[in-house]
């Protein structure tokens, strides 16, 4: 798997701000996936993003990976109590896809 | 929706002790994984396996840690004699072929004594 810096680590908003979290890697990536857990729960496939430049829109969730395939983000617009939660850029490689997960980036959301 | 099971969601055992985490992946699913997650800290990647038989593993995966697919649905994880730094999240995990996505099992709580 590749390793991936994420920031910032830890994010507090208020309800209805929006969000970003930034992923950079010093070497290209083939592909970058994005993970949301939960407080106690198991992380969530969000997206997987593969092309150079890519935008990916679900719903008030922008993900975007670089023209070189060295940097992710993932964007909330207007951001909800229901979006509480750590968000994972991973990093995946090898013949097994194995997942690297980094430190992530926790959420919270002031009602 | 399919989804990956696991069983039990929490097991409380004493040091020394053998304990088997079990996993039911999605049927049609091809690859498994075993992470761990300790408290607080970052999910960790123990073993990958494929066609019956493990396809990579990580340092922490030593020789008290196995993997075994006993029959077509479930996939276990034993951890033959168990230490206090084995407390963790146990997360099962599966993937059909040529599908980077992973679906998590909702995980096993290990707790060692």
């Known amino acids: 798997g590749q390793q991936v810096m994420q920031i910032p680590q830890y994010q507090h908003v208020q309800e209805g701000e929006d969000f970003t979290t930034y992923c950079n890697s010093s070497?290209?990536?083939?592909?970058i996936q994005w993970y949301k857990q939960r407080p106690g729960g198991h992380p969530v496939f969000l997206i997987q993003?593969?092309?150079?430049?890519e935008v990916k829109k679900q719903k008030r969730l922008t993900f975007q990976f670089g023209e070189a395939k060295k940097n992710s983000s993932l964007h909330i617009t207007a951001t909800q109590t229901t979006d509480v939660g750590t968000y994972f850029c991973?990093?995946?490689?090898?013949?097994?896809?194995?997942?690297?997960f980094g430190k992530g980036t926790l959420l919270t959301v002031n009602p | 929706e399919p989804e990956v099971t696991q069983t039990p969601s929490h097991q409380v055992t004493q040091m020394g002790q053998e304990v088997i985490l079990r996993c039911v992946p999605i049927?049609?699913?091809?690859?498994f994984y075993w992470y761990r997650q300790i408290l607080g800290q970052k999910v960790e990647f123990l073993v990958s396996f494929y066609n019956n038989e493990i396809s990579e593993k990580s340092e922490i995966f030593d020789d008290q840690f196995s993997v075994e697919r006993p029959d077509g649905s479930n996939f276990t994880l034993k951890i033959r004699s168990t230490k206090l730094e084995d407390s963790a999240m146990y997360f099962c995990?599966?993937?059909?072929?040529?599908?980077?996505?992973?679906?998590f099992g909702p995980g096993t709580r290990l707790t060692v004594t």
């Open positions: 049927s049609n699913h091809l690859y």
């Open positions: 991973v990093g995946s490689g090898g013949s097994n896809y194995k997942l690297t």
């Open positions: 993003l593969v092309k150079s430049g």
């Open positions: 070497t290209t990536l083939s592909n």
């Open positions: 995990a599966s993937r059909t072929s040529g599908n980077y996505e992973q679906y």
